[in-house]
């Protein structure tokens, strides 16, 4: 795909232009972050777990002026990094970038763009707003280590189970009910399938079907803790969420706990998550479990 702006041209970035390409688009890290994140980029395109299909380039002649890149998820998700710009490049051509990104992922049936920006990167989140997207949330990076995890289980009132395939379309319903007066980005309430989102769960880390904690009060689910495993013994708290009727009884402290022990006995020394920082109950809930703030994004949403 190919478009001109005046005597630039926008185009996929050729596998000789990649690594160029990825340095102007971390222009933002500091130098070690920067050369890190695009040798991890490089060895993940050419191990095959990745792929820079969507990396687009502005071209003034053979020079690289500017980038964007986009990577389609399950359920019609579009992750996008901002657009970055040479020193005197005009701000439409990242307008520019960005549209032409949007039009090439939703060819493949994207409808939502979501972008995660580091709140002091202002020219990003500029560039961002005069491409259409919206601020929607501000997300907390949490992190606990492990001595501040339980020695011994906590006592629950309610059964562990671990996830096995035959549990799928129970836990599918389990999560719709979760969401239900959710305060976590509650404006994507309805606007995803909850059998796609599982799937963006899976794919999140090293996914081990035991590591899925589903549990049960009176023979029904009515909560879950879905963990997954990172290099370097970091876990993340993917997802956890209780059914509306059980919240308030503190079952999301224990649940979480529970989570953590269990990370533990398995060789955990760190856990991250992130959360939405106007879910007040569950920031209060995660503290009290022993995380703090390590990092903070805004969300930055556009529906196509």
Sequence with gaps: MERENDVVQIRVATP????EALWLLNESLDEPLRRSEVAAVVQAVASGESSLDYLFVALRGDTIVGVVYGSP??????????AQLLAGESSSLAVELHGTLEEALRIVDIDILQTLVDVRWTTSIKRLGDAGFDKTAYLKYLLCE???????????????QHYQESHREQLIRLIDRTYRETKDFPVLNGRRDVDDVLVGYQETGRFVPERWLLFEEAGELCGCVLLTEHPDKLWELVYMGIVPEKRGKRWGVLATRW???????????????AVDADNEPAVRMYAESGFSELDSRFVMLKFI
Aim: aromatic residues 10%; hydrophobic residues 40%; proline residues 9%.
């Design 16 to 19: 000789a232009q990649q690594v």
């Design 73 to 82: 998820l399950p359920g019609g998700v579009g992750i996008v990094k901002a």
């Design 146 to 160: 492990s001595e501040q995890f339980p020695d011994v289980a906590p006592s629950l009132p309610f059964s562990v």
């Design 259 to 273: 989570g953590q022990w269990y990370a533990h006995q398995q060789g955990c020394r760190k856990m991250i998550l």
